[in-house]
């Protein structure tokens, strides 16, 4: 882990700047490829230092710090990873008292760690955005530097505030609870699911939101990742594939699908709870049913039913019902929420040891509309 710092201490010239604190995670923003031109095969290879310094033209009213935790594709973070990003961000505000964050990411897991921020982090007055490329700093027509330029106007917004975790990319603002990846190459990929759309968006160098201030949800799960992380002893570098929060499998449906797996994912991996994306807006197998409910009466293991297609909701009233016309105890609806979110949903209401009942109460709640 290595700290730059562009101010170390407040001064009379920078006492009334806004500070940001940068973090570095690593991702296509801050890789290099061999050719100006290319666009895949790159590595890894820049610091958040070497990406801030790439920006030419920095706002004269911003005291910048920033701070490499990790760099790293995002195909290669697990929930270790976002434990320390959280323990940083809980850190940085309780004791240097900064408010404003930007953090560099790799696109490919962002919109996990933007809902995970936005379900944990709950100070009202700090701002937390992150940005991302969907082309390496290196390439000839890179989105990588701007992106970064756009995500550091956002967090010295005061507009910014009170709106939960935002996602900067492509000259929009996107809510961090509703934000996905639609496409896998190009660089207007970052949408909303469902109906949300975006919160704003650039107009030369303007920062215009559409909406007055508001969280997108009322959840908050309060967790202690300095403790999690003592109790763990994670490291900044000692974290490759170690998924410290429950272990919640995810299993995509297809015609044939095999419900023996499910079985596997909880004698061979310990699954805490399952979350299927299944076709339609719930649909899987009466055999797949079977061996839920099964599942769920043997184990006690839940199962959370999303949703192959991006746009669209599981609702209660999807959930299967069985020969004595009831629904299993164990079945939760995803609602809009995406099986990558349910996931994440699904860890922090076992890491608070919720039952059933309250994990579909929390399903239930505005902007997800599940149970």
């Known amino acids: 882990m290595t700290e730059f710092k562009i101010t170390d201490t407040k001064t009379e010239e920078t006492k009334f700047l806004t500070t940001i604190k940068i973090l570095g995670t690593g991702g296509t923003i801050a890789s290099k490829a061999e050719s100006n031109t290319a666009t895949s ?14 920006i030419p033209d920095l706002p004269k009213d911003l005291d910048l710090k920033y701070k490499q935790l990790f760099n790293l594709d995002s195909k290669e973070l697990s929930s270790s990873h976002l434990l320390i990003l959280h323990n940083e961000i809980t850190q940085s505000y309780e004791n240097e008292g900064i408010k404003n964050f930007v953090i560099t990411h790799g696109t490919d897991s962002l919109e996990e760690t933007a809902f995970f921020l936005d379900l944990t982090i709950n100070f009202p007055d700090v701002v937390i955005v992150i940005t991302g490329s969907m082309r390496p700093s290196s390439n000839v027509s890179s989105d990588a530097i701007f992106n970064l330029y756009q995500a ?5 917004a005061p507009e910014s505030k009170n709106r939960g975790v935002l996602v900067v990319l ?10 996905t990846k639609t496409n896998a190459n190009s660089l207007d990929t970052f949408k909303s699911s469902g109906q949300a759309g975006f919160l704003g968006n650039f107009v030369h160098d303007a920062v215009h939101y559409y909406y007055p201030k508001s969280h997108p949800s009322k959840i908050h799960f309060k967790i ?14 000692d974290t490759k594939r170690r998924n410290e929060l429950p272990e919640v499998s995810v299993f995509y449906n297809v015609q044939g699908f095999n419900p023996a797996l ?4 909880v004698d061979q991996i310990g699954t805490k709870a399952i979350v299927m ?8 197998s009466t055999e797949t049913n079977e061996i839920l409910k099964y599942i769920w009466e043997k184990y006690g293991i839940p199962v959370v039913y999303s949703k192959r297609s991006q746009d669209g909701c599981v609702t ?12 299993s105890k164990g079945s939760i609806a995803g609602g809009y929420l995406n099986p990558q979110k349910c996931r994440i949903l699904m860890q922090l209401c076992l890491l608070q040891n919720y039952t059933v009942e309250q994990m579909k109460s929390v399903f239930e709640t505005d902007g997800i509309f599940g149970g």
């Open 262 to 265: 499910l079985q596997l994912a």
């Open 170 to 179: 492509n000259d929009s603002i996107g809510s961090g609870f509703y934000i």
């Open 277 to 284: 994306a299944t076709s339609g807006a719930g649909s899987l």
């Open 224 to 237: 202690d990742s300095a403790k999690l992380i003592r109790l763990l002893d994670l490291n900044y570098v």
């Open 152 to 156: 550091i106007r956002v967090a010295a």
């Open 41 to 54: 095969n790159y590595k890894v290879d820049l610091t958040v230092e070497d990406l801030v310094n790439k």
């Open 316 to 327: 209660a009233w999807s959930l299967p019902q069985y020969e004595d016309g009831k629904v």
